[in-house]
């Protein structure tokens, strides 16, 4: 008889005991746990710290001074002995013609004759670089010309101006024949022309303070000159002025200002002018600065690049994404009262309830409290909040009632630290559109390191928050 040989493995039964249960529960409540902290979105927050702004409003403004300009007397070769920015007085030589342009190369020839220049002029000189080095700007390299200019006619002053008046016998031997030119009347030497010279207040237009239309022009010693040709402008008075386009915001900002303190691009200068708004010839607004001292610095200038300084704001600084607005009702302050259950006093209002059958009794309702302005409590407004619109408070102590419904809108911002989103209410001094300087130490606001939501959009009131 044939024995049966074939096996058959021994299958162990699957014993489920407590431990597998458990180790599976806990598997599933992390795998649930992490899959949750993966999807769920996260809430950026902001540590509240204290700082500060200053709001420096940067603009463009048009120099306007009492400028006469002055043309040549007669055809020739000229040469300055002034140099820019140099006040002269009545009778002062200022510049000299020649018909042959022979006293030029002469003095290029005798450039030692008047002797190496005076220790205060290469201070000048050096003031001047300095000066010019320090408002440089690639946008406006046309400068490096008139600046080279300006230099030349004040290297003029200090050698040929000195030499002259010890060679009028070597000149006259020579055959050098010149005409010089004396100044009829005193103030300031500017080279640099441009045509607005005389242009008023009234006259200004949007078009003046467009840079890419402006031309000006700067005589150099040894040209040809046109009898009649303008040379230079005097400026007969320390009295100038700036002024400048103002924008929709600016009309309010600045709105009772009667001076406005300023600091030019480039300078190490802060100047204080008085302030007006005028109408230009095209019936905008402008804003005008006058000053009566400075005016030499910015002697060679048309457009003026300032900063407004406005005072410093300090508080507490917050994000501008992390302010939002809310509505509350308005509850008279004089219906606030205290209740509890007699171990601690909450802060509330007496509410009128209304039973089955209609009678009417008072509760206390405690409420939290959001801000007090001008004699108002704000209280919640929301779904889950105490009150609701048409809701009766009887004031303490008497029978007056006050029918909830009025609201108003606070900004604020989030507070988490509790772990949920609490609106609190902020009050801003200065902001520069990235951030806020609110308010510190008021009662219902924020203090120094709180953790506020940094995208107000991106919760709720009273949600949960994990960080």
């Not at 004089?334 to 601690?344: I, N, R, S, V």
Request: hydrophobic content about 35%.
């Amino acid at each position: 008889m044939a024995k049966n040989k074939k096996i058959i493995r021994y299958r162990k039964p699957l014993n489920i005991n407590v431990g597998m249960i458990i180790f599976a529960m806990i598997f599933v409540y992390l795998s649930f746990s992490v899959y949750t902290y993966i999807s769920r979105d996260k809430i950026q927050f902001y540590e509240v710290v204290e700082g500060s702004i200053v709001n420096d409003k940067n603009y463009t403004g048009f120099i306007l001074r009492e400028e006469a300009v002055k043309t040549a007397a007669q055809t020739g070769h000229v040469n300055f002995y002034i140099r820019e920015g140099k006040r002269v007085a009545a009778g002062a030589r200022v510049y000299s013609v020649d018909e042959t342009g022979q006293l030029a190369k002469f003095l290029q020839e005798n450039r030692d004759a008047g002797g190496a220049l005076p220790d205060d002029g290469l201070a000048a000189l050096k003031r001047q670089l300095s000066s010019f080095c320090l408002s440089y700007s690639d946008e406006r390299f046309g400068k490096v010309y008139d600046e080279k200019y300006s230099l030349q006619a004040s290297v003029a002053e200090y050698a040929n101006f000195q030499a002259l008046d010890g060679m009028e016998e070597l000149l006259e031997e020579r055959g050098i024949r010149f005409e010089q030119v004396y100044s009829d009347e005193s103030g300031i030497v500017s080279y640099a022309l441009d045509s607005y010279e005389g242009t008023t207040p009234s006259d200004v237009t949007e078009a003046l303070f467009d840079r890419s239309a402006y031309r000006r022009s700067v005589n150099r010693g040894g040209e040809m000159v046109e009898s009649g040709t303008p040379l230079y402008k005097l400026i007969t008075s320390e009295d100038w002025s700036v002024v400048f386009p103002l924008k929709e915001e600016d009309l309010a900002d600045f709105s009772g200002a009667d001076a406005l303190s300023i600091a030019p691009s480039g300078s190490t200068l802060t100047l204080r002018g008085r302030f007006s708004q005028i109408s230009g010839s095209d019936g905008k607004i402008y804003g005008r600065l006058d000053f009566d001292k400075y005016m030499v610095q910015f002697v060679s200038d048309r457009f003026l690049d300032f900063e407004v300084i406005t005072e410093e704001a300090a508080g507490l600084k917050i994000p501008v994404s992390s302010v939002t607005t809310k509505d509350f009702y308005t509850i008279p302050a004089g219906y606030l009262t205290q209740g509890g259950d007699g171990t601690y006093t909450e802060s509330g209002f007496n509410k009128e309830v209304y039973s089955e059958s209609g009678e009417p009794s008072v509760v206390f309702t405690t409420a939290e409290i959001y801000n007090l302005t001008d004699g108002y409590y704000y209280v919640d407004k929301s779904d889950t909040g105490p009150f609701k619109s048409g809701d009766y408070i009887i004031k303490p102590d008497s029978d007056e009632r006050f029918q909830v419904g009025p609201t108003a809108t606070l900004k604020g911002v989030y507070n988490i630290n509790k772990g949920y989103a609490v609106f609190k209410q902020i009050t801003e001094l200065a902001g520069n559109g990235e951030y806020y300087i609110i308010e510190k130490g008021t009662g219902y606001g924020l203090s120094v390191y709180d953790h506020i939501v940094l995208d107000a959009g991106s919760v709720q009131d009273g949600q949960i928050i994990y960080q």
